[in-house]
């Protein structure tokens, strides 16, 4: 069974640093672009990074740049989010999704999603 | 970046069939994927690409495509098809990212 099982959400005080974790299972994790997907209390869903499948190339929201690093490491197949100078507006649930691309075909999509963990940034 | 636009709210009577629409300029250039979400649990894909729908998803569920306008068409709708739904494509503004739609809530009557 593909899964997808994020971690390490939790309370942080604004300015603060918090390090998310996606453990996966059930694909060949090295073969995939991996993304983070945010949803704030009561809204809708917003992009916030991709990754390569060797990490050589990530992109990020405007929002985030300089502040959040998308990491992978394939031994261990794990997806992580280390968010620094945290604001009271990144407050919401991170997904884990995998990203299926083919961009020959015009076409990119997120599936499966994990179960999301929450991040709550409030003094 | 790209925006995607999407009515917030569409109703449908029990068995009838509903068309949720999603806009945008990106939607020139890539196919939509559409997520359903019910309360308290993770999006789910159920159509990708030019109309596709992975394993599981029930085939009343269908997409189509027209210039800067893609549908999701539930034909039939069911009351577990009460949830959010929404719309994703590629920006296509250069910034090798993605963008959703604002979402639509289907409420089934």
């Known amino acids: 069974e593909v899964q997808l099982v994020e971690s390490g959400g939790g309370l942080v005080q604004p300015g603060g640093s918090l390090r998310l974790s996606c453990a996966a299972s059930g694909f060949t994790f090295s073969s995939y672009w991996m993304s983070w997907v945010r949803q704030a209390p009561g809204k809708g869903l917003e992009w916030v990074a991709n990754?390569?499948?060797?990490?050589?190339?990530?992109y990020y929201v405007d929002s985030v740049k300089g502040r959040f690093t998308i990491s992978r490491d394939n031994a261990k197949n794990s997806l992580y989010l280390q968010m620094n100078s945290l604001r009271a507006e990144d407050t919401a649930v991170y997904y884990c999704?995998?990203?299926?691309?083919?961009?020959?075909?015009?076409?990119?999509?997120?599936?499966?999603w994990g179960q999301g963990t929450l991040v709550t940034v409030s003094s | 970046s790209s925006e995607l636009t999407q009515d917030p709210a569409v109703s449908v009577a029990l068995g009838q069939t509903v068309r949720i629409t999603c806009q945008g300029d990106?939607?020139?250039?890539?196919?939509a994927s559409w997520y359903q979400q019910k309360p308290g649990q993770a999006p789910v894909l159920v159509i990708y690409g030019k109309n596709n729908r992975p394993s599981g998803i029930p085939d009343r569920f269908s997409g189509s495509s027209s210039g800067n306008t893609a549908s999701l068409t539930i034909t039939g709708a069911q009351a577990e098809d009460e949830a959010d739904y929404y719309c994703?494509?590629?920006?296509?503004?250069?910034?090798?990212?993605?963008?959703f739609g604002g979402g639509t809530k289907l409420t089934v009557l």
């Open positions: 990106s939607l020139r250039s890539y196919y």
């Open positions: 990754i390569k499948q060797d990490g050589s190339e990530k």
């Open positions: 999704a995998r990203l299926g691309l083919q961009l020959w075909l015009n076409q990119a999509w997120f599936d499966p």
């Open positions: 994703n494509s590629r920006d296509s503004s250069g910034n090798h990212g993605e963008v």
